[in-house]
């Protein structure tokens, strides 16, 4: 496709359960990202991959949220034993520089909703 | 630590007014910084990125303006129409914050009524 592509766009889960939310970036972009939005925010920075490898981990908030990217395209983020506090619109975003510097294109974002 | 901050948070003018919005940040170190818009319910839609060795950029009727040594950034909307309303969201790339991640500053919320 021409843009970041990020499923599902919504997601209601319950308490505890397990969430799995995808990320597919513009084709060629070696560099993706997932942030975090909450209401009136701006975004939070959560992972940043160069290729199939995590460069900077370091905003995951905590060891039930963990990411992949297999291939070097397509990611997902994973939150386990979701909490009401994991609500939130989840955003990936790729550039297309190695360095990780470049312009950032986002996609839609997908909405988690815990109960 | 890199702080990003915009001012004001929201903004409500009648159509064909010029705008300003401020962002500001505390680490003037910065790689580049990028202007986004965010329609309610949609992701972010870059429109314009600065490098650290520009001083502004242009595109259509928006203009952004850089000055490091102050740690400030202005976006300038020209003729402002309804369709501009949005939240425009600031962010800064850092050497401090790691140089790979985008520090977002909370928008502001502009809302253009005819």
């Known amino acids: 496709g021409a843009g970041v592509s990020q499923t599902p766009s919504n997601k209601v889960t319950e308490k505890g359960k397990y969430v799995e939310l995808r990320c597919d970036p513009i084709s060629g972009h070696t560099a993706l990202y997932w942030y975090r939005q909450s209401l009136g925010q701006g975004p939070e920075f959560l992972i940043y991959f160069q290729g199939t490898g995590a460069a900077d981990d370091s905003g995951l908030p905590n060891d039930r949220f963990f990411a992949v990217r297999p291939e070097g395209s397509v990611s997902t983020l994973k939150i386990q034993r979701t909490e009401r506090g994991d609500s939130a619109v989840y955003l990936c975003?790729?550039?297309?520089?190695?360095?990780?510097?470049?312009?950032?294109?986002f996609g839609e974002g997908s909405r988690l909703t815990v109960l | 630590k890199q702080e990003v901050t915009q001012i004001p948070a929201a903004l409500s003018v009648p159509e064909g007014e010029n705008l300003v919005l401020n962002c500001s940040f505390t680490d003037s170190a910065i790689y580049n910084l990028q202007w986004f818009r965010q329609d309610p319910g949609k992701g972010l839609t870059s429109l314009l990125l600065i490098q650290s060795s520009q001083r502004e950029q242009t595109s259509g009727r928006l203009n952004a303006s850089l000055d490091k040594s102050s740690g400030r950034s202005t976006l300038y909307i020209a003729a402002s129409q309804p369709g501009d309303s949005a939240t425009y969201l600031c962010a800064v790339r850092s050497f401090s914050g790691g140089y790979n991640k985008l520090i977002f500053g909370a928008g502001t919320r502009l809302a253009v009524h005819p």
């Open positions: 975003a790729s550039s297309p520089e190695r360095t990780g510097t470049g312009e950032l294109f």
